[in-house]
């Protein structure tokens, strides 16, 4: 355990086929995903992994790994942390507390078989952990997570919390466990927390600005939580309509703002990560988790709701 390393960067991947969940989400139907893209997907964010030398944290969706445990165990055998990241990819305030844990369970029990160890910790999908569910992270420490990140620590028009802790902390819940947060990223900026973290955001910004942002933050001593999807790392045009279900009639101009929306700026992704990659000290979850935990001496009291 590296508790003598506080301040880093970390990078966070949400292990998820892009195509499976957008024709699951059109439609309905949930099936298996495109062998060749996430196979070129995981393959490129591997490499560039090992080009820089850096570890990352894999937050693995269930229902993937199902279908590609051969990559779930292969991402495992190159030393980067596996995490969960549920099993079928479901706004979590769109379910109860059972329904929760059932998806949760589920999640722990297939990525545990496959790996042949434990994991630790788990990202939510959308972001869906506020301040209405709060017992989601009742639920990961009753299943014995150390942390989760699933806050961003600014209201958004999906997600996040108004006036959230922005630094890593350890927590006192209702049920009497504890568990680490570690927020997703946000900088100031003219006044205002901006989010920064990853995925859109890095595509959005240009290159300087992002450089001028981490800089700060990184001089602040403020650690860092990025995270990204395996399709971002992927240079080749998304075209939305082959996920499209059959019955689905959509404008060539509502088809081609949607294509944009997943396209813009996607090129532009490997060479702003990869030069964070290479001038920032990065470790995983786990690592900057465990530090929180060893070095907290008295949790903040998380209340339910």
């Not at 393959?43 to 779930?72: C, S, Y």
């Not at 602040?220 to 399709?231: F, G, I, K, R, T």
């Amino acid at each position: 355990m590296e508790t003598n390393k506080p301040h880093a960067f970390t990078l966070s991947i949400d292990w998820e086929d892009f195509g499976q969940l957008l024709g699951r989400d059109r439609s309905g139907v949930l099936t298996a995903p495109l062998p060749k893209t996430i196979d070129r997907q995981t393959d490129i964010m591997l490499e560039m992994l090992n080009e820089t030398g850096k570890k990352a944290t894999f937050f693995i969706l269930g229902m993937l790994a199902e279908h590609r445990p051969d990559l779930v165990k292969k991402i495992a055998a190159e030393g980067h942390e596996i995490g969960l990241h549920g099993y079928y990819h479901i706004n979590m305030r769109k379910l109860d507390r059972q329904q929760a844990y059932d998806d949760l369970y589920k999640a722990k029990e297939l990525v545990t078989g496959i790996i042949g160890g434990p994991v630790y910790g788990y990202r939510a999908p959308y972001f869906s952990v506020d301040e209405t569910n709060l017992y989601v992270l009742e639920i990961l420490a009753e299943l014995g997570l150390i942390y989760d990140s699933s806050i961003f620590p600014l209201k958004l028009k999906r997600y996040g919390i108004a006036n959230f802790n922005k630094e890593d902390a350890l927590y006192s819940l209702p049920n009497g466990k504890q568990i680490v947060e570690l927020p997703l990223t946000v900088a100031p900026f003219r006044g205002k927390d901006i989010p920064i973290a990853g995925g859109g955001y890095i595509r959005a910004f240009p290159k300087f600005f992002l450089n001028k942002m981490f800089r700060k933050l990184d001089n602040d001593q403020q650690n860092v939580m990025l995270y990204m999807h395996p399709y971002e790392f992927d240079t080749r045009w998304i075209d939305c309509s082959t996920n499209y279900p059959d019955k689905a009639k959509y404008s060539k101009a509502k088809t081609f703002l949607i294509n944009l929306r997943w396209n813009l700026f996607r090129g532009t992704i490997r060479g702003k990560l990869k030069s964070l990659l290479k001038q920032y000290e990065f470790i995983t979850c786990l690592k900057k988790a465990e530090y929180v935990k060893s070095s907290t001496h008295s949790p903040t009291v998380l209340g339910r709701p």
